[in-house]
């Protein structure tokens, strides 16, 4: 396999900026001096705890415990290994990547499956966008399908690349063929239908999509990991999914549906204040929205919203307006998603407007503009006034009975938000909508709690997950611990150290321990590579995220050296005075079997006594 330079690692961290790189995936603000923070996108928090440093190239969250530099940072959100993250960064930042000399570079059998499947999207994307374009009756019949039935500007085509598939699938299988995507990408894209067992061919490449308008889904990122196709005219009547309206691509190893929303990729950089996402359910509305100049608009990928997008939305932005068809099926879709939404901590809006009997987002836009958006946004109801009006519409003529009921709906939808504080508001406005004293709703919802966990404590205990922790409690404190991070900061501690502190004096049974060996066995030979270059150096996950959590944050320390003889005394300690006691027992049990006799015991004793008082002077070499 081929093997990246260390140089060339190097040279990717010293060109490519962190921040630009965690933008991508988490909305930074400035958090003092150089360094910003946002939320974490390794766990869900509401309060910003994640933090990123520029200046040294490390991010760390102070809530989970995660940290490291650009490359572990696109490993563990695109779920890489090194050498496609240094791939993907070398691609995305124009940073040519070297291999060592005899390794070769990467071919697309040994490119990972992952990038390869991302670079076999975007060129179907280009594929299907020209067949769009093109001055042929499939082209004329699209471009007329979309500007004058669904009467979308052509320009917008460009923008999102909008693509067409005719009767027999575009001639997509013999591009990709003739372009070397291997057997296995074309098998796990998902745009084929292909028999096991059969190599692939023009032929026996089968498109899943035939006949259809193709909209490019794209992640967060901006990349394409899939498609919508819509249905046309021109939709072969022996398509599988011939009367579906809509068909997305199947899951592969780069799209999960409910991990994703529909233009996120632009929308997140649109979003702030006075400006919340806007929620729409499907890819033509989401579009329609940009259309009229409404930039953050998302949707789903045809599929009820989940947790996952919903903790995406979050890193970006708090607030989400939302705008379903006001049918009775777009309501209950917005009851199944208003928990969801106050459990991730979203502000939620339901968009409306008064007196219409069925609110059709794509409609209101292309007859109003964007005046359309600014008039539901004067009728919009909050998450619970929209909860309360779905559940009891005329709660004025409901019985007691009925109120009750409603009221036991809406606790199952407050329950679900964390705060006590925004529960307890939630409970005092709910009270209003349904006509209830605000006190007794209170109590009700206080005797629905109690009901919810006495019933959660009949159930079975799970195991619960494991805790993500950065660095062990039990060896944060340790001397390894301290000594590691003093050779991060202070290069000219490693050498002296490396003299003074014998190998058998270091616990190696954890992280810090098993790199302080290593780092003073480098500093020991004069091939330290310094603080910037340890990749090399760093054989885990575990290691790096130790090292990046080091460094991160600078030590206060007027004395280095002074620090270090303590942490090198503690070492000494823990190493030589079990022995002495020992030693110490022995000697005042003469009756008891031991191996030495009690003058060599004795000189033992005084070897180590003198070793413990010898004073600890460590001085950085010149």
């Given at each position: 396999?081929?093997?990246?330079?260390?140089?060339?690692?190097?040279?990717?961290?010293?060109?490519?900026?962190?921040?630009?790189?965690?933008?991508?995936?988490?909305?930074?603000?400035?958090?003092?001096?150089?360094?910003?923070?946002?939320?974490?996108?390794?766990?869900?928090?509401?309060?910003?705890?994640?933090?990123?440093?520029?200046?040294?190239?490390?991010?760390?969250?102070?809530?989970?415990?995660?940290?490291?530099?650009?490359?572990?940072?696109?490993?563990?959100?695109?779920?890489?290994?090194?050498?496609?993250?240094?791939?993907?960064?070398?691609?995305?930042f124009g940073v040519v990547i070297e291999y060592e000399e005899g390794s070769g570079g990467p071919t697309h059998a040994e490119r990972s499956l992952r990038q390869e499947i991302f670079d076999l999207h975007?060129?179907?994307?280009?594929?299907?966008?020209?067949?769009?374009?093109?001055?042929?009756?499939?082209?004329?019949?699209?471009?007329?399908?979309?500007?004058?039935?669904?009467?979308?500007?052509?320009?917008?085509?460009?923008?999102?690349k909008i693509g067409a598939a005719d009767e027999q699938g575009s001639g997509l299988g013999a591009l990709l063929l003739r372009k070397k995507f291997s057997e296995e990408a074309l098998r796990r894209c998902?745009?084929?239908?292909?028999?096991?067992?059969?190599?692939?061919?023009?032929?026996?490449?089968?498109?899943?999509?035939?006949?259809?308008?193709?909209?490019?889904?794209?992640?967060?990122?901006?990349?394409?990991?899939?498609?919508?196709?819509?249905?046309?005219?021109?939709?072969?009547?022996?398509?599988?999914?011939?009367?579906?309206?809509?068909?997305?691509?199947?899951?592969?190893?780069?799209?999960?549906?409910?991990?994703?929303?529909?233009?996120?990729?632009?929308?997140?950089?649109?979003?702030?204040?006075?400006?919340?996402?806007?929620?729409?359910?499907?890819?033509?509305?989401?579009?329609?929205?940009?259309?009229?100049?409404?930039?953050?608009?998302?949707?789903?990928?045809?599929?009820?919203?989940?947790?996952?997008?919903?903790?995406?939305?979050?890193?970006?932005?708090?607030?989400?307006?939302?705008?379903?068809?006001?049918?009775?099926?777009?309501?209950?879709?917005?009851?199944?998603?208003?928990?969801?939404?106050?459990?991730?901590?979203?502000?939620?809006?339901?968009?409306?407007?008064?007196?219409a009997e069925k609110l059709d987002p794509d409609l209101l836009f292309l007859e109003r503009g964007l005046a359309g958006y600014d008039e539901v946004r004067r009728h919009a109801r909050t998450a619970i006034?929209?909860?309360?009006?779905?559940?009891?519409?005329?709660?004025?003529?409901?019985?007691?009975?009925?109120?009750?009921?409603?009221?036991?709906?809406?606790?199952?939808?407050?329950?679900?938000?964390?705060?006590?504080?925004?529960?307890?508001?939630?409970?005092?406005?709910?009270?209003?909508?349904?006509?209830?004293?605000?006190?007794?709703?209170?109590?009700?919802?206080?005797?629905?709690?109690?009901?919810?966990?006495?019933?959660?404590?009949?159930?079975?205990?799970?195991?619960?997950?494991?805790?993500?922790?950065?660095?062990?409690?039990?060896?944060?404190?340790?001397?390894?611990?301290?000594?590691?991070?003093?050779?991060?900061?202070?290069?000219?501690?490693?050498?002296?150290?490396?003299?003074?502190?014998?190998?058998?004096?270091?616990?190696?049974?954890?992280?810090?321990?098993?790199?302080?060996?290593?780092?003073?066995?480098?500093?020991?030979?004069?091939?330290?590579?310094?603080?910037?270059?340890?990749?090399?150096?760093?054989?885990?996950?575990?290691?790096?995220?130790?090292?990046?959590?080091?460094?991160?944050?600078?030590?206060?320390?007027?004395?280095?050296?002074?620090?270090?003889?303590?942490?090198?005394?503690?070492?000494?300690?823990?190493?030589?005075?079990?022995?002495?006691?020992?030693?110490?027992?022995?000697?005042?049990?003469?009756?008891?079997?031991?191996?030495?006799?009690?003058?060599?015991?004795?000189?033992?004793?005084?070897?180590?006594?003198?070793?413990?008082?010898?004073?600890?002077?460590?001085?950085?070499?010149?």
């Open positions: 396999m081929p093997v990246i330079k260390p140089t060339c690692v190097r040279d990717l961290k010293l060109r490519v900026n962190l921040a630009e790189v965690v933008s991508r995936v988490v909305t930074l603000r400035k958090a003092g001096g150089s360094r910003l923070k946002g939320l974490c996108p390794f766990h869900n928090e509401k309060t910003p705890s994640f933090h990123v440093d520029p200046d040294k190239g490390f991010y760390k969250c102070f809530g989970c415990g995660k940290a490291g530099d650009l490359i572990s940072f696109v490993r563990e959100t695109e779920q890489l290994d090194f050498a496609e993250a240094v791939e993907a960064l070398g691609k995305r975007e060129q179907a994307a280009e594929h299907f966008h020209q067949a769009f374009k093109a001055p042929d009756a499939t082209g004329g019949f699209f471009r007329q399908y979309w500007q004058e039935q669904r009467r979308f500007p052509a320009e917008l085509a460009d923008e999102f998902g745009l084929f239908f292909l028999h096991e067992g059969t190599a692939p061919s023009p032929h026996s490449l089968r498109p899943r999509f035939r006949g259809r308008l193709m909209i490019p889904i794209r992640d967060h990122q901006g990349r394409v990991v899939a498609f919508t196709a819509r249905q046309t005219e021109r939709t072969p009547a022996d398509d599988p999914a011939r009367e579906a309206k809509y068909v997305n691509s199947p899951e592969t190893p780069i799209f999960t549906k409910g991990n994703l929303l529909f233009n996120l990729d632009r929308a997140r950089t649109a979003v702030g204040d006075g400006r919340p996402f806007v929620l729409v359910e499907g890819q033509l509305d989401a579009l329609r929205c940009w259309s009229v100049g409404l930039k953050t608009a998302v949707a789903p990928q045809g599929t009820a919203i989940t947790e996952s997008q919903l903790v995406l939305l979050r890193r970006y932005h708090a607030q989400v307006e939302c705008f379903f068809d006001s049918d009775s099926a777009g309501q209950k879709a917005a009851l199944r998603f208003l928990p969801m939404a106050l459990k991730a901590g979203l502000e939620v809006r339901f968009l409306t407007l008064e007196g006034g929209f909860a309360c009006h779905a559940i009891l519409p005329e709660p004025s003529s409901a019985s007691p009975e009925s109120k009750s009921r409603a009221a036991q709906e809406i606790f199952a939808i407050v329950a679900a938000a964390e705060s006590e504080v925004a529960r307890a508001g939630f409970i005092s406005e709910a009270a209003g909508h349904l006509h209830l004293y605000p006190a007794a709703a209170q109590r009700d919802f206080s005797a629905y709690l109690a009901r919810l966990g006495r019933q959660a404590a009949a159930r079975p205990a799970a195991t619960p997950a494991p805790a993500v922790v950065a660095v062990p409690a039990n060896t944060a404190q340790t001397p390894e611990h301290h000594l590691l991070m003093l050779c991060l900061h202070f290069d000219e501690i490693g050498k002296p150290l490396s003299h003074h502190l014998p190998h058998d004096w270091i616990d190696v049974s954890h992280p810090a321990g098993v790199l302080l060996n290593r780092f003073l066995a480098e500093f020991e030979h004069d091939a330290w590579p310094g603080r910037d270059h340890l990749d090399v150096l760093l054989e885990t996950p575990e290691e790096r995220t130790l090292v990046a959590t080091l460094l991160f944050e600078a030590p206060e320390i007027d004395d280095p050296m002074k620090v270090a003889q303590e942490g090198l005394k503690q070492l000494r300690q823990r190493a030589l005075e079990p022995r002495l006691r020992q030693i110490e027992l022995a000697l005042a049990n003469p009756r008891a079997d031991i191996e030495s006799d009690p003058i060599s015991l004795l000189k033992e004793r005084s070897e180590l006594h003198r070793q413990l008082r010898q004073p600890l002077v460590l001085a950085a070499t010149v």
